[in-house]
C-alpha cells in the first residue's frame, strides 16, 4: 500500500481494510474550503490505486458531518478578477465536481456518517456515498439558494438520490429537515438514534466486508451504468463483468467456500484483519 496523501484539513487513518476519511475542521462544522478540497481530491485519486481498501467510512470530527462550503472564502474569492483564461471560481467548482465523480465511481465500498450538520456540500457527500447512516438529530439541506447561489455540482447527485421531484423542492425552498425526514426523502439507508451511530456504523461494515471486494466493485459499476448506456450495450456490459467474475480467484473461492459450507477467504482474512 503506498503513502497516503499529507493532509491538513482531512483525517485519515487505515485499519486494515478499511479507510476512516474525516473532515476536519471542527471549529468551522467541517466546511469546506478549498485546501480540504484539493485534499480530498488527492485522497480519491489514491484510493483508485490502492485496492488494498475496500471500504471509505467518511464522516466529520467535532460531533458534525460538514457544514458546506466555506461561505467566507468563496465570498472573497467573488473579488478576484476573472480573465479569459482564468475563472478562480468556476475552477475551483469544476475540480469539486470532478473530485465528487471520481469519489461516486470508486471501486471501494463508500459509507457517510452523517450526525450534526450535513449542509450543501456536506448533504452533497451524504448522497455521493453508496450507503449513508444518519442521525435522528442530523441537520440537513441545501441552503445554496438562499445565498443567492446554487447547489451546481451536488444537485446532479441529489437527483440520483432522492428523485427530480423531490431534489427541486428541497433546493427551490431550502427547506431544513432533520435525520428522520432525510430517511424518509431516500438520502439515507439506515436511521439510528445519535446515541446508537457507532454500533450502526460498525453493523454495516462487517457486512460489507461479508461480500467480495471485486464482486462489491463490479456491482458498483453496473449499477452506476443504468441509463447511460442503452439497452442492450448494457447486457453486454452486465455479461462481461459478470464472466469476469466468475473466472476470477474470487469468484472460484466464493462458490467454492459456499459448496465446502466454509468461508471464503476474504472473510477469514478480514476477521483476522479487525481481530
Same mark, same amino acid.
Given at each position: ?8 484539513? @482531512? ?7 478499511? @479507510? ?26 489514491? @484510493? ?39 475563472? /478562480? ?17 470508486? /471501486? ?42 446554487? /447547489? ?56 460489507? @466486508?461479508?461480500?467480495? /471486494? ?62
Amino acid at each position: 500500500m503506498h503513502k497516503l496523501p499529507e493532509c491538513e484539513f @482531512l483525517k485519515l487513518e487505515v485499519v486494515g481494510p478499511r @479507510l476512516n476519511l474525516s473532515f476536519n475542521r471542527p471549529d468551522q462544522r467541517n466546511a469546506i474550503n478549498s485546501q480540504m478540497g484539493a485534499e480530498f481530491a488527492a485522497v480519491v485519486d489514491w @484510493l483508485e490505486t490502492t485496492p488494498d481498501v475496500r471500504v471509505v467510512v467518511l464522516r466529520g470530527e467535532g460531533g458534525h458531518f460538514c457544514a458546506g462550503g466555506d461561505i467566507k472564502e468563496r465570498r472573497n474569492m467573488a473579488e478576484d478578477i476573472v480573465t479569459p483564461d482564468s475563472d /478562480p471560481i468556476m475552477e475551483r467548482n469544476r475540480a469539486a465536481g470532478m473530485a465528487f465523480l471520481k469519489f461516486e465511481r470508486l /471501486p471501494q465500498t463508500t459509507i457517510a456518517v452523517v450526525e450534526g450538520s450535513a449542509f450543501g456540500g456536506g448533504m452533497g457527500y451524504a448522497c455521493l456515498a453508496d450507503i449513508t447512516i444518519v442521525a435522528e438529530g442530523a441537520r440537513m439541506g441545501m441552503p445554496e439558494t438562499a445565498l443567492g447561489v446554487a /447547489p451546481a455540482q451536488i444537485a446532479p447527485y441529489v437527483v440520483k438520490r432522492i428523485g427530480l421531484t423531490r431534489a427541486r423542492q428541497l433546493a427551490l425552498t431550502g427547506e431544513r429537515f432533520d435525520g428522520i425526514k432525510a430517511f424518509e426523502y431516500g438520502i439515507a439507508q439506515y436511521l439510528c438514534a445519535d446515541a446508537e451511530i457507532d454500533g450502526t456504523l460498525e453493523d454495516v461494515v462487517s457486512r460489507v @466486508l461479508h461480500c467480495g /471486494p471485486m464482486a462489491n466493485a463490479a456491482t458498483k459499476a453496473i449499477m452506476l451504468k443504468v441509463g447511460t448506456l442503452p439497452e442492450e450495450e448494457m447486457i453486454s456490459f452486465s455479461a462481461q463483468k459478470f464472466s469476469e467474475l466468475n473466472r476470477s480467484i474470487e469468484g472460484k473461492e466464493g462458490q467454492s467456500a459456499f459448496a465446502e459450507k466454509r468461508k471464503p477467504a476474504w472473510q477469514t482474512a478480514g476477521d483476522k484483519e479487525e481481530g
